[in-house]
Antibody, heavy 121, light 113 residues
Framework: QITLKESGPTLVKPTQTLTLTCTFSGFSLSTSGVGVGWVRQPPGKALEWLALIYWNDDKRYRPSLKSRLTITKDTSKNQVVLTMTNMDPVDTATYYC?????????????WGQGTLVTVSS | DIVMTQSPDSLAVSLGERATINCKSSQSVLYSSDNKNYLAWYQQKPGQPPKLLIYWASTRESGVPDRFSGSGSGTDFTLTISSLQAEDVAVYYCQQHYSTSITFGQGTRLEIK
C-alpha cells in the first residue's frame, strides 16, 4: 500500500521560509520513472502544481514560483522536502504531496492528506 | 503555460441522470509520438485530497466505477458520469501533463439537483 504524508508548520510569518516534508511508504524514489510532486490549494480555490522531483534527481518547478522553490529528496529516509522562501499571506493553502507513478506521464496518484499552512503575522 | 479552462464552473444534476464536464486546453495535449492525450481527471470530495479518475484522457484508473468515462482529443475533453450517484458530489479537475509545467483547470463543482 502506497501512502504519503505531509508535515511541517501550520503557521508561518510573512517573509519566513516554509519547509515541508513528505514522508512516503510503499515505493522507492530510486525506482526508475518514479517522481514525487507538490500541489497546493488555497482555501476554496483550485489546485496549483508547484514542483516535481524524479528518481534521477531531475527537478521541475512552476515557472512563476521557481525563484522561491527548492525540492530535494532523501531516498534513504523515503522523504521529499519542499522549501518556499519569502512566504506571503497569499501562500496560505493546503499543501499536498503526491506520487507520480509512471515514467513519462506526470499524473499524480495517490495523494497525501495535505497540510494546511497559514501565513500570518 | 498551457491554460486549462473547465465548463461549467458548477453543475446540478438529478440522481440517475447524466453529468457532463468539459475541459479545454489552450494548446493541444496530444503527443504525436505515442498518439496519447496527456490529460487526467481528478475527483475531490470535501475535506479530502484529489483522487485520480482518468488518465490519457479516457483510461479509467483501477477501481473507478464504469459510470465515469473520459473522451476527447487535442484541446477539447469531456468527463461524463452516466448515472449520477449521491457519492459523486465533488469538485472535478482536469490536468494536463503534456508540458513539464503542469496545470490544472479551475474545477467544476457537481451537486445534486
Amino acid at each position: 500500500q502506497i501512502t504519503l504524508k505531509e508535515s511541517g508548520p501550520t503557521l508561518v510569518k510573512p517573509t519566513q521560509t516554509l519547509t515541508l516534508t513528505c514522508t512516503f511508504s510503499g515505493f522507492s524514489l530510486s525506482t526508475s520513472g518514479v517522481g514525487v510532486g507538490w500541489v497546493r490549494q488555497p482555501p476554496g480555490k483550485a489546485l496549483e502544481w508547484l514542483a516535481l522531483i524524479y528518481w534521477n534527481d531531475d527537478k521541475r518547478y512552476r515557472p512563476s514560483l521557481k525563484s522561491r522553490l527548492t525540492i530535494t529528496k532523501d531516498t534513504s529516509k523515503n522523504q521529499v522536502v519542499l522549501t518556499m522562501t519569502n512566504m506571503d499571506p497569499v501562500d496560505t493553502a493546503t499543501y499536498y504531496c503526491a506520487l507520480r507513478p509512471i515514467a513519462g506521464n506526470n499524473w499524480f496518484d495517490p495523494w497525501g492528506q495535505g497540510t494546511l499552512v497559514t501565513v500570518s503575522s | 503555460d498551457i491554460v486549462m479552462t473547465q465548463s461549467p464552473d458548477s453543475l446540478a444534476v438529478s440522481l440517475g441522470e447524466r453529468a457532463t464536464i468539459n475541459c479545454k486546453s489552450s494548446q493541444s495535449v496530444l503527443y504525436s509520438s505515442d498518439n496519447k492525450n496527456y490529460l487526467a481527471w481528478y475527483q475531490q470530495k470535501p475535506g479530502q485530497p484529489p483522487k485520480l479518475l482518468i488518465y490519457w484522457a479516457s483510461t479509467r484508473e483501477s477501481g473507478v466505477p464504469d459510470r465515469f468515462s473520459g473522451s476527447g482529443s487535442g484541446t477539447d475533453f469531456t468527463l461524463t458520469i452516466s448515472s449520477l450517484q449521491a457519492e459523486d458530489v465533488a469538485v472535478y479537475y482536469c490536468q494536463q501533463h503534456y508540458s513539464t509545467s503542469i496545470t490544472f483547470g479551475q474545477g467544476t463543482r457537481l451537486e445534486i439537483k
